[in-house]
């Protein structure tokens, strides 16, 4: 029985013990912690997985953070919300033994907002981020440094929600903090395609499996 830490979630322990990271999967408006867990298994088929379910509710349907419109988000609710979600990833890294483990957030529509707003308020607790549909979270004075992040952005080019604008100008907020970003565009608008998965999966061996060291291997006993 997982010990309550402060949210309603899944985690799926990884295949290997080997295996470097652990997806934070985040889902959309009105989801829940079951949503992604199919997406984080073909992302990644042996990353242990955690996946809490969002604690705001709007008409019934979970989110991450509160918002005043589409759109237009409840900032102070937004930091609120990460700082707390950042609590939650650490404690869980305990709990399961995960804390030399990179974690990489896999976040959709909503979900993608608050791992942004992770990145920027928390920039050492992820090694990097898979944005479906992200929007720019808010806007920072002074940027952390995300030199270590890797994030890619998926983003639709006919996307009503998350603009093709929001996308070029949260890319360009995280390449100034230093972080390696990629954008791929998907031709359709805010649902997922399968893609998004395609180039998703890609992307993370590319960008953040094959860059890893390789694990180490325990010698054989009597050697
Ligand atoms: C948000 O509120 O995070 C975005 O508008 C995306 C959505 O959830 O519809």
Request: proline share 9%.
């Given at each position: 029985?997982?010990?309550?830490?402060?949210?309603?979630?899944?985690?799926?322990?990884?295949?290997?013990?080997?295996?470097?990271?652990?997806?934070?999967l985040?889902?959309?408006?009105g989801?829940?912690?079951?949503?992604?867990?199919?997406?984080?298994?073909?992302?990644?088929?042996?990353?242990?997985?955690?996946?809490?379910?969002?604690?705001?509710?709007?008409?019934?349907?979970?989110?991450?953070?509160?918002?005043?419109?589409?759109?237009?988000?409840?900032?102070?609710?937004?930091?609120?919300?990460?700082?707390?979600?950042?609590?939650?990833?650490?404690?869980?890294?305990?709990?399961?033994?995960?804390?030399?483990?990179?974690?990489?957030?896999?976040?959709?529509?909503?979900?993608?907002?608050?791992?942004?707003?992770?990145?920027?308020?928390?920039?050492?607790?992820?090694?990097?981020?898979?944005?479906?549909?992200?929007?720019?979270?808010?806007?920072?004075?002074?940027?952390?440094?995300?030199?270590?992040?890797?994030?890619?952005?998926?983003?639709?080019k006919?996307?009503?929600?998350?603009?093709?604008?929001?996308?070029?100008?949260?890319?360009?907020?995280?390449?100034?903090?230093?972080?390696?970003?990629?954008?791929?565009?998907?031709?359709?608008?805010?649902?997922?395609?399968?893609?998004?998965l395609?180039?998703?999966?890609?992307?993370?061996?590319?960008?953040?499996?094959?860059?890893?060291?390789?694990?180490?291997?325990?010698?054989p006993s009597?050697?």
């Amino acid at each position: 029985m997982p010990r309550d830490l402060g949210f309603i979630y899944e985690f799926v322990p990884a295949g290997t013990p080997d295996t470097p990271v652990t997806l934070l999967l985040l889902h959309g408006t009105g989801g829940n912690e079951q949503d992604l867990l199919p997406i984080g298994k073909e992302l990644c088929p042996d990353a242990a997985l955690l996946s809490p379910r969002g604690k705001v509710l709007e008409n019934g349907m979970p989110r991450f953070f509160r918002r005043v419109a589409e759109g237009v988000f409840d900032e102070e609710d937004l930091k609120f919300r990460a700082h707390e979600l950042a609590e939650f990833v650490r404690s869980a890294a305990q709990q399961y033994g995960l804390q030399d483990k990179k974690f990489i957030a896999v976040g959709y529509s909503n979900g993608a907002n608050i791992a942004s707003g992770l990145l920027l308020l928390h920039p050492h607790l992820l090694s990097g981020a898979i944005l479906f549909r992200p929007m720019v979270p808010f806007t920072m004075s002074f940027l952390p440094d995300l030199k270590q992040a890797h994030v890619l952005l998926a983003s639709g080019k006919g996307d009503p929600i998350a603009s093709p604008e929001q996308n070029q100008k949260l890319a360009a907020m995280l390449s100034m903090a230093g972080a390696d970003v990629s954008v791929y565009w998907h031709d359709g608008g805010h649902e997922l395609g399968r893609d998004d998965l395609q180039a998703a999966r890609s992307w993370l061996s590319q960008n953040v499996l094959n860059a890893l060291p390789p694990p180490r291997t325990t010698p054989p006993s009597g050697q």
